[in-house]
């Protein structure tokens, strides 16, 4: 593998050993990943809608741009992580997009959780800019994000993979080239179909525990040391204890993403009836005012269901 990731052909910088990046979207997720990179040695110019945002990335070391056609312009990488699939498409194409701004030979990585149809359209619409591409959302939440040990789920070719790797390991722990453009977006919307199930089974036994008069934390304790343990229990446990639904990955992304896996099951002839559920369950959540809560917010939906009106 080469140090740099495209041609000798972009400006020079003080530090030529690692690829220059670029960031689009600086939210819960988007923040604290490009500091890693920041803290792994990278050079990050990163650019999105809030001051504030900003402002933290330059205090982090990082580069603050006024556009998105600045953030890309002499990027090596370019690493966007922004809400949904309107949101790629905004930042991606048109006159001050990436596509019309980065130079041809760039790696640009979307790290967002967008449908796979969206994400295989932008790898043709960039290879036609001799722009490389690769899908790779990721699964961890805010704390993995922060501890950059998230699970990155990747799709494209396996030379774009190879050479992204060392940009991937100073973000998270599990990465995994899954097929084709378009791969690492059916992975994820599986992982969040999973992810919603569990939750949903958690806050159903939570209720269930409680009102059995069961000691709750004794008893998440014991699940999380046997079968029914897992990383959703493990994570999600202190929010269940106490109520606490600040957003780590709020409700109305787990909407869209459990959107994005109903769609396309029902485009190959996948049947999921205990995720269509769910996904309903989401979605009464969201019309109740709470999209803007984290998903262990379900538990809010059990508890009204149960005769509690929290």
């Given at each position: 593998?080469?140090?740099?990731?495209?041609?000798?052909?972009?400006?020079?910088?003080?530090?030529?050993?690692?690829?220059?990046?670029?960031?689009?979207?600086?939210?819960?997720?988007?923040?604290?990943?490009?500091?890693?990179?920041?803290?792994?040695?990278?050079?990050?110019?990163?650019?999105?809608?809030?001051q504030e945002k900003l402002d933290r990335l330059a205090a982090a070391g990082g580069?603050?741009?006024g556009s998105v056609a600045e953030a890309v312009r002499n990027a090596d990488v370019?690493?966007?992580?922004?809400?949904?699939?309107?949101?790629?498409?905004?930042?991606?194409?048109?006159?001050?997009?990436?596509?019309?701004?980065?130079?041809?030979?760039?790696?640009?990585?979307?790290?967002?959780?967008?449908?796979?149809?969206?994400?295989?359209?932008?790898?043709?619409?960039?290879?036609?800019?001799?722009?490389?591409?690769?899908?790779?959302?990721?699964s961890g939440g805010e704390a993995g994000a922060i501890e950059a040990v998230l699970?990155?789920?990747?799709?494209?070719?396996?030379?774009?993979?190879?050479?992204?790797?060392?940009?991937?390991?100073?973000?998270?722990?599990?990465?995994?080239?899954?097929?084709?453009?378009?791969?690492?977006?059916?992975?994820?919307?599986?992982?969040?179909?999973?992810?919603?199930?569990?939750?949903?089974?958690?806050?159903?036994?939570?209720?269930?525990?409680?009102?059995?008069?069961?000691?709750?934390?004794?008893?998440?304790?014991?699940?999380?040391?046997?079968?029914?343990?897992?990383?959703?229990?493990?994570?999600?446990?202190?929010?269940?204890?106490?109520?606490?639904?600040?957003?780590?990955?709020?409700?109305?992304?787990?909407?869209?993403?459990?959107?994005?896996?109903?769609?396309?099951?029902?485009?190959?002839?996948?049947?999921?009836?205990?995720?269509?559920?769910?996904?309903?369950?989401?979605?009464?959540?969201?019309?109740?005012?709470?999209?803007?809560?984290?998903?262990?917010?379900?538990?809010?939906?059990?508890?009204?269901?149960?005769?509690?009106?929290?």
């Amino acid at each position: 593998m080469t140090d740099k990731l495209t041609d000798s052909s972009h400006p020079t910088r003080t530090d030529t050993s690692r690829p220059a990046v670029a960031w689009i979207g600086l939210g819960i997720m988007g923040s604290p990943m490009s500091e890693n990179l920041i803290k792994a040695g990278y050079e990050v110019t990163g650019f999105t809608l809030e001051q504030e945002k900003l402002d933290r990335l330059a205090a982090a070391g990082g580069t603050a741009a006024g556009s998105v056609a600045e953030a890309v312009r002499n990027a090596d990488v370019i690493i966007t992580m922004v809400p949904a699939s309107p949101h790629v498409e905004a930042v991606a194409y048109g006159p001050d997009g990436i596509l019309e701004n980065a130079r041809p030979g760039a790696l640009l990585i979307d790290m967002s959780s967008i449908t796979p149809q969206t994400s295989i359209d932008l790898a043709v619409a960039a290879g036609d800019k001799g722009i490389r591409v690769l899908d790779a959302p990721v699964s961890g939440g805010e704390a993995g994000a922060i501890e950059a040990v998230l699970s990155i789920m990747v799709g494209g070719e396996q030379a774009d993979f190879d050479a992204a790797k060392p940009v991937f390991e100073a973000l998270g722990r599990t990465v995994v080239l899954c097929g084709p453009h378009g791969s690492g977006q059916t992975v994820k919307a599986a992982n969040q179909l999973i992810v919603a199930v569990n939750i949903q089974a958690c806050a159903e036994a939570v209720v269930f525990l409680e009102k059995s008069g069961v000691d709750l934390r004794a008893a998440l304790d014991v699940l999380g040391g046997g079968l029914a343990g897992s990383t959703v229990l493990t994570r999600k446990k202190d929010n269940f204890l106490n109520r606490d639904f600040k957003p780590g990955f709020r409700i109305d992304l787990h909407h869209k993403d459990m959107g994005i896996v109903t769609d396309a099951a029902r485009a190959v002839g996948a049947s999921l009836p205990v995720g269509a559920v769910v996904a309903q369950l989401v979605a009464s959540l969201r019309a109740q005012g709470d999209g803007g809560l984290d998903h262990s917010a379900l538990l809010r939906a059990v508890e009204r269901l149960s005769g509690a009106r929290p």
